[in-house]
């Protein structure tokens, strides 16, 4: 069974920094491109940041471009996003899967939240 597990969320002050991982299992994601997505409460899942299998190729949305970085180990099967100089609307669950997602494999996800 495909799973995605994120982890490393919390809740952290306006200007500060967290680290998510994404552990993969069931399959190696080494050939996949990867992303991480966001979505709030009542709002459509957003896709922040997207890397290439090889780790060559990074894109952002405009609203995280320059504060977030998207990398991977595929030795380990795992995603990060490390997040800083964080904005209370930076506030959301955060997801990682493929990109494009598959549906099959959306996890939890794990609550970021910023206070101002």
């Known amino acids: 069974q495909v799973r995605l597990v994120e982890s490393g969320g919390g809740l952290v002050q306006a200007g500060g920094s967290l680290r998510l991982s994404c552990a993969a299992s069931?399959?190696?994601?080494?050939?996949?491109?990867m992303g991480w997505f966001r979505q709030a409460p009542g709002k459509e899942r957003e896709l922040v940041a997207h890397?290439?299998?090889?780790?060559?190729?990074?894109d952002y949305a405009d609203s995280v471009k320059g504060r977030f970085t998207i990398s991977r180990d595929n030795a380990k099967n795992t995603v990060y996003l490390q997040m800083n100089s964080l904005k209370p609307e930076d506030t959301d669950v955060y997801y990682c899967?493929?990109?494009?997602?598959?549906?099959?494999?959306w996890g939890q996800g794990t609550q970021v939240t910023v206070s101002s």
């Open positions: 890397i290439s299998w090889l780790g060559f190729t990074e």
């Open positions: 069931g399959r190696t994601f080494s050939r996949d491109t």
């Open positions: 899967n493929t990109y494009p997602p598959e549906a099959n494999y």
